[in-house]
């Protein structure tokens, strides 16, 4: 890949990072409106140079017009011929007034692809060059000859140690810029959001969430464009910083703040993982004899590329994967998530809908070919990652046909959408595991804005207390039933496109050669679990929006500042299926996960070439017939049990006993996965732990042996050199005497071989 | 053996030892052997060979004698510095060394300047 | 004939003088300027020409100073390289600091119970700054005497610039009567050393080869000298002035001395360390008889700080600690020159030993930061000449008063050597070094004596952060809006400590690669 250096590329983390500091610093002393001001402006500013960013990308691999596209010759192992091409095409362009005197050059990924600039594909003197050359060199449209153009901005060594060098350097790749402009465009519309949804409370607390949220922006950019895996890392731990505090916002309330804890603590396993990970792929590193590296660039190229199986591999990108549970709220690792609702809404949309959780997917996705390459006795990782995912997604989403709290339900649905994207990533789908990001953003941000529009209107989270409003707030209204719409994949709307593109994927991954059986489970799994997602989405909305009103006060629609965000993201919910129709009706890639995102991941291609079922045609209108059907029973099913009835006439919502009561009790709590793993698994074993540590580690051995006995040696000693200081300068010249006599006797001592042997073998090592 | 390899710092400890037994011979000696007749002149304080000026040691002076007789010996000598100077400027330098020179003094005189004005300014020079 | 064919040096070379020549010219004009000024107001424009001229002497140093040779000027007088910048910059960032930590010295609510001048105060400064500057970059041994003196004479009369406080003029005494003592045993040991070597020239010095039997001589001679040398930056036993001196003189000027002398007392041990220790003047028994000094320093440092009470007896303490941890890398810099090393002249032993010089810079720039930014905070809560006397003065300073408490913070974590700071990395740097060069044994003597300096750093921020203001104390009274000046030292002290410690490449935006300046000094040196 062909990295152009760009100065302003690090301006897009540090406008967040400069508006959480003068917030920070300022804020509560300037008051809301500075507060507002920089909040919101920051992150529209990276917003901005992120579309730059994306246009120039852009531009660079297709060109600005039909006229003026951009053209390229690769000729592979052979910069002479490509130097040739150059130096001929540039005494063509010389004196000539044809359209090439608008021509542009640029050689690069070393020497053998000549990138030209304001040219076309049917430009005959390119043409004919190409046919002189024929057989040496290809010739065609950038975007399918040369390798995609990246950005890059290095900001100098961070360390260097054991051969190992870590640079501070940020990279805009096709991959990073989909993240980014998520992350700045729904991040800014989610801060204007903000502005409104906690207009209420007071200056200090409006800066302090404020400079919370915009740090948490810088942190995920940096995790975003991060050009290694270390860098990755800072940005995934201070993401998981800011979800702490902003989790543990309202921390006057000790539940939040139990939280907030609760969130960090499982992260901290999922990070031991990732470090472990991490560490291991500098051994295997290593064990190629390679120059051990994080840049991702490094490790796709030597660990990814290299034929057959490593050893280590395996092991470090399950260690990895652990880290990705942790983030992303995949099985074991997901009982954080439900709890971190505890949060402000806007919170719950940005940090725990529609970016920091889906950073575990873009983890694999950048490493794709390193986790394409591993296996763990045979088994490929990837396999496991899917297998995972589908489970999670499962009965995450059957959890949440349990949940009364409305946010509740969306923190259950985002997880069991997050064990889709797994399932995209392990069905060696990175680009249609990130066209569900990007289009589950759009709906799930616009869900929870939605839903924190309600809860303040009806200051309940419960859906018992709504019902109804759809009359009272129909703009609110309207939004969250299209998002709804989407995240139960009803057809034509994104949700439907981006889920499908992933499940048809599994489906190849079964009709594939030397397929394992168990992609059909995953399959057939992934398409009940869609069934059920359009059941609890219908769920929702009859609760919350039809029927009567049951809460407390009279709800009205939110204020603009609220809206306006959620029509935003209601028109990108609508429209973002066109960023990846099937092929099956454009008969071209799909644009986002095709197009765009495909050259990303050449090796994994490669891997895969060879072992794609035949027809992939029928697969795909067989995929999207079940999926469509799957979506629009699940609705109906949910229209016929839901409806507009009280939920005190709904046998589901409503009994106390019997199996039905039971079947919802388990629901409700998820499995009671929380309850075992927690209450009978964790907390005793730590108890344990912590009194047996406690009792004799702690108190006797450490406090009572170690501190205080060092304690009472130290101050004896510090006594001792104290007495030394009477004030008296005859005395302090004494000393002074004495240590020139001390020094030079034992230099001169020291001088003699004997006893300077005897000190070297004393001291010396 | 040892003594060969203590050889050459040897002369050092004989050192040492001259210094500490002249030190200690010289005060034993005067004390030892000295005539010990005081009269009332000989237990005067020293004062050049004229009479105190104050009866008693231990009388306090103002600081400032200390502070005028400081000064004096401060411009005193920095002056002296001047006359080799103009001894050498005279002594048949030409052209640029000449004007090296005199720019070199003329800063030299600039610094004892300032300090004199510092000095008077910060009322150094009067009495009270 | 022209008679400037007979100069013993090139013309041009005057100008590498400018780097200590401006400062000695601003301390003039601060002298003068003062005489202008309210006796009774706010002295922020002599922090400014202090500033100023700190801030162009640092500029000509980078300009003028550099280089991974070593630039011989002035006839051999002076060796100029990266490493003289690095320090340079130490120097002058402790005396912009200080400069601005004392600018309202004397003011604020209550009577005043100081007689110190300001224009004396900053005169001195910058003149003692001046003969800082000239030791660093020190290539002959009168050079050398004349720099130390320079700066020796200037902090004596700073340490008693309270001149009505008996503590402050007592200090004074001590530490000038043991000064002219340790002055005396570094003039013996030069002459012995010219005796033995035949030059005054340490470069010279360096390449010659010495007579086997004066040799003994010459080693004696280096150990005299280092006892002059070990006196300035308070190493154990010659660091009995250290606590009374530094209790004594008035914050601001306990402050200059820990952060100048320090430095340029180490810069100037490096110069010569590297000629005695290349010719073979100091043999192998002067590096063991260093490494001893550097073993009781720790020890004893570390020691006498744990029970200390008084903020500035405390620091006094901590800084003949981080004398022993810097001796720590000056013994590993010595190490290739140790003839009866196990690896000696292996490329490994050099490259640990330029790892060492390169570190002690690095220390040094690091500790120069973090004890400005500490005294700076206690200059802040100086109030009409009474200073801070009691670490449980500080109590409750958090609240009163947060960016003190967080510069104190800072500065207290970086001297105890905690991650993110320039401490870390300075320790880091020299202990790697010592690890290099096969003087484990020293090495984890210092890190356990680290770990022990943790209890009495943070113990001051226990009592700031978490105990309850007592009345009438430096915190209780703490908020005084006008004090910018000192802010403005604390401020710019820890974000020092703080980019120092996480990113010092950061500096190169300045136009100032600190790390490459460092390792250029090295090189020149071995």
């Not at chain 1, 809460?551 to 029509?567: F, I, K, N, T």
């Not at chain 1, 589901?652 to 009561?661: C, K, N, V």
């Not at chain 3, 006839?75 to 320090?87: D, I, K």
């Not at chain 3, 020190?138 to 503590?167: K, P, Q």
Request: contains cysteine.
């Amino acid at each position: 890949m062909e990295a152009i250096e760009i100065w302003w590329i690090p301006l897009v983390i540090f406008a967040p990072l400069a508006g959480a500091l003068l917030n920070g610093l300022f804020g509560k002393r300037i008051g809301k409106g500075f507060v507002r001001l920089v909040g919101v402006g920051t992150p529209t500013l990276a917003f901005v140079l992120s579309l730059a960013a994306f246009f120039g990308l852009f531009y660079a691999d297709y060109g600005t017009s039909p006229r003026a596209q951009v053209v390229a010759f690769r000729a592979e192992g052979k910069p002479e011929v490509i130097r040739a091409i150059k130096a001929e095409l540039e005494r063509r362009a010389a004196g000539s007034l044809g359209p090439e005197a608008a021509w542009q050059f640029r050689i690069e990924d070393d020497g053998e692809v000549l990138r030209i600039r304001n040219a076309s594909p049917e430009d005959t003197i390119l043409r004919d060059l190409h046919t002189r050359y024929a057989g040496s060199v290809e010739f065609g449209p950038a975007h399918e000859v040369a390798s995609p153009r990246a950005y890059a901005w290095n900001l100098g060594e961070w360390f260097a140690v054991a051969g190992l060098k870590v640079d501070f350097s940020f990279t805009v790749d096709r991959l990073a810029i989909v993240l980014m402009l998520i992350v700045t465009g729904v991040g800014s519309l989610i801060h204007l959001y903000a502005t409104g949804y906690m207009g209420h409370e007071s200056p200090g607390t409006f800066a302090r969430f404020f400079t919370y949220l915009n740090l948490f922006l810088g942190a995920m950019l940096v995790l975003v464009m991060g050009s290694n895996l270390l860098l990755l890392f800072i940005g995934w731990e201070g993401v998981g910083l800011c979800s702490y505090l902003l989790i543990g916002f309202g921390y006057e309330d000790e539940d939040n703040a139990a939280c907030g804890t609760k969130a960090f603590v499982v992260n901290r396993i999922g990070d031991l993982g990732f470090v472990l990970g991490m560490f291991t792929l500098l051994v295997a590193m290593r064990g190629l004899g390679a120059e051990p590296s994080l840049d991702f660039a490094a490790l796709n190229n030597t660990l990814g590329a290299t034929p057959g199986s490593l050893p280590l591999l395996g092991p470090a990108c399950l260690l990895l994967f652990l880290g990705a549970t942790g983030k992303s709220a995949q099985i074991p690792l997901h009982l954080w998530l439900p709890d971190a609702m505890a949060g402000p809404t806007p919170v719950s949309a940005l940090i725990h809908a529609a970016t920091m959780v889906t950073a575990g997917v873009y983890m694999i996705a950048r490493l794709g070919a390193v986790f394409t390459a591993a296996t763990v006795w045979g088994v490929p990782v990837l396999g496991i990652v899917a297998m995972i995912g589908v489970l999670t997604a499962f009965f995450a989403g059957m959890a949440a046909l349990g949940q009364d709290d409305i946010k509740r339900v969306l923190a259950y649905s985002t997880i069991s959408q997050l064990g889709y994207m797994f399932v995209g990533v392990g069905s060696a789908a990175m680009g249609a595991a990130v066209f569900h990001l990007v289009t589950h953003a759009f709906f799930k941000a616009l869900l929870f804005l939605a839903a924190g529009s309600v809860i303040h209107a009806c200051h309940s989270q419960s859906m018992r207390e709504m019902g109804g409003l759809w009359r009272k707030m129909p703009a609110t209204f309207w939004t969250m039933l299209l998002g709804a719409a989407a995240l139960a994949g009803v057809p034509l709307l994104s949700g439907f496109f981006s889920k499908d593109f992933i499940l048809f994927n599994a489906l190849v991954r079964f009709n594939s050669t030397n397929s394992s059986p168990l992609w059909g489970f995953i399959y057939a799994l992934g398409v009940i679990t869609g069934l059920v997602t359009a059941v609890y989405s219908t769920r929702m909305i009859c609760l919350t929006f039809f029927g009567e009103y049951r809460g407390h006060g009279r709800p009205h629609e939110s204020p603009s500042s609220m809206v306006g965000p959620l029509v935003v993201l209601a028109i990108l919910t609508v429209l973002g299926g066109l960023l990846g129709l099937p092929k099956l009706w454009t008969h071209k890639e799909e644009l986002l996960p095709g197009e765009w995102l495909g050259p990303m991941w050449p090796f994994i291609e490669e891997r895969l070439a060879g072992n794609m079922p035949a027809d992939l045609h029928s697969l795909e209108s067989m995929g999207l017939a079940i999926g469509s059907v799957a979506a629009v029973a699940g609705v109906l099913v949910g229209v016929v049990f839901w409806g507009r009835r009280h939920p005190s006439e709904i046998a589901w919502e409503s009994r106390q006993t019997g199996a039905l009561a039971r079947a919802r009790a388990v629901l409700a709590n998820a499995w009671y996965y929380d309850l075992v793993v927690n209450k009978w698994g964790f907390q005793p074993a730590t108890k344990f732990l912590a009194g047996l540590l406690w009792r004799n580690v702690d108190d006797a051995a450490i406090d009572r042996g170690l501190v205080d006995g060092t304690g009472r040696v130290a101050v004896q000693l510090s006594l001792f050199v104290r007495s030394f200081q009477n004030g008296q300068v005859a005395r302090y010249a004494g000393y002074f005497v004495l240590g020139v006599l001390l020094l030079t006797t034992s230099v001169a001592i020291f001088s003699v071989p004997s006893v300077l042997h005897t000190v070297q073998r004393l001291l010396g090592s | 053996m040892l003594a060969s390899a203590f050889a050459g710092f040897g002369g050092f400890f004989i050192l040492g030892l001259i210094c500490v037994v002249i030190g200690v011979v010289a005060l034993l000696a005067s004390k030892l052997l000295g005539p010990k007749r005081p009269t009332r002149v000989k237990q005067l304080p020293y004062e050049c060979g004229v009479e105190p000026i104050q009866p008693g040691a231990r009388e306090r002076y103002s600081v400032h004698f200390y502070l005028v007789a400081i000064l004096f010996i401060l411009f005193d000598l920095e002056t002296v510095f001047l006359i080799p100077w103009a001894a050498s400027f005279r002594g048949g330098v030409t052209g640029e060394v000449k004007v090296a020179m005199l720019v070199e003094v003329l800063a030299f005189v600039a610094i004892l300047g300032a300090g004199l004005l510092y000095v008077w300014k910060r009322r150094g020079l009067e009495w009270d | 004939m022209d008679p400037l064919a007979n100069l013993p040096f090139a013309k041009g070379d005057v100008a590498l003088l400018a780097p200590i020549a401006i400062p000695a010219l601003f301390g003039l004009v601060a002298l003068l300027l003062d005489l202008a000024l309210d006796p009774r107001g706010s002295k922020t424009p002599l922090a400014l020409v202090n500033a100023l001229g700190c801030a162009l002497a640092g500029f000509a140093a980078v300009v003028l100073w550099k280089g991974d040779t070593g630039t011989v000027g002035l006839g051999g007088a002076m060796v100029a390289s990266g490493l003289s910048t690095g320090l340079a910059l130490a120097i002058l960032l402790g005396t912009t600091l200080m400069g601005f930590a004392t600018a309202h010295h004397g003011t604020g609510a209550g009577p005043v119970r100081t007689t110190l001048a300001h224009g004396e105060l900053y005169g001195l400064m910058l003149f003692g700054t001046s003969g800082m500057l000239a030791l660093v970059v020190a290539n002959d041994l009168v050079t050398f005497f004349v720099a130390i003196e320079t700066l020796s004479i200037s902090v004596y009369a700073l340490t008693g610039a309270d001149r009505r406080l008996a503590r402050s003029a007592e200090g004074a005494m001590k530490y000038f009567v043991l000064g002219a003592f340790s002055s005396g045993f570094l003039l013996y040991g030069m002459s012995l050393l010219y005796g033995a070597g035949h030059t005054l020239r340490l470069d010279q010095l360096a390449l010659s080869t010495l007579d086997p039997s004066l040799r003994p001589m010459a080693t004696t001679g280096t150990v005299l000298l280092l006892v002059g040398l070990l006196f300035k930056v308070g190493a154990v036993p010659f660091h009995a002035w250290v606590p009374d001196a530094y209790e004594g003189a008035p914050g601001v000027v306990t402050g200059y001395m820990s952060v100048g002398v320090k430095v340029a007392a180490f810069g100037g041990a490096l110069l010569v360390l590297e000629a005695v220790g290349r010719s073979g003047a100091l043999s192998t028994a002067g590096i063991w008889g260093l490494w001893a000094v550097a073993a009781i320093t720790i020890i004893a440092g570390n020691a006498g700080a744990l029970t200390q009470r008084n903020p500035r007896r405390l620091l006094a303490y901590s800084g003949i600690a981080h004398t022993g941890y810097l001796l720590v890398g000056v013994v590993a810099m010595l190490r290739c020159f140790d003839e009866y090393h196990p690896a000696a002249d292996s490329g490994d032993l050099l490259l640990a030993s330029k790892d060492a010089v390169a570190g002690v810079g690095y220390y040094l720039l690091g500790y120069a930061a973090a004890n400005a930014g500490a005294f700076a905070v206690l200059c802040h809560l100086e109030r009409g000449g009474e200073e801070v006397e009691r670490v449980s003065d500080l109590a409750g300073l958090a609240r009163t008063s947060p960016g003190a408490a967080v510069a104190m913070t800072v500065s207290l974590v970086s001297l105890a050597g905690i991650p993110g700071t320039a401490g870390f990395l300075g320790k880091l740097w020299v202990f790697r070094a010592g690890v290099g060069t096969g003087d484990v044994g020293l090495v984890v003597l210092a890190l356990l004596a680290s770990a022990v300096s943790l209890y009495y750093y943070l113990y001051v921020v226990v009592v700031m952060f978490m105990h309850e203001p007592l009345p009438g104390s430096a915190a209780a009274v703490a908020a005084e809006p006008r004090r910018w000046a000192s802010r403005l030292a604390m401020g710019a002290a820890a974000t020092a400590t703080v980019v120092l410690g996480v990113w010092p490449n950061i500096t190169r935006l300045l136009g100032v690669d600190l790390l490459e300046l460092m390792s250029d000094g090295a090189e020149a040196l071995l």
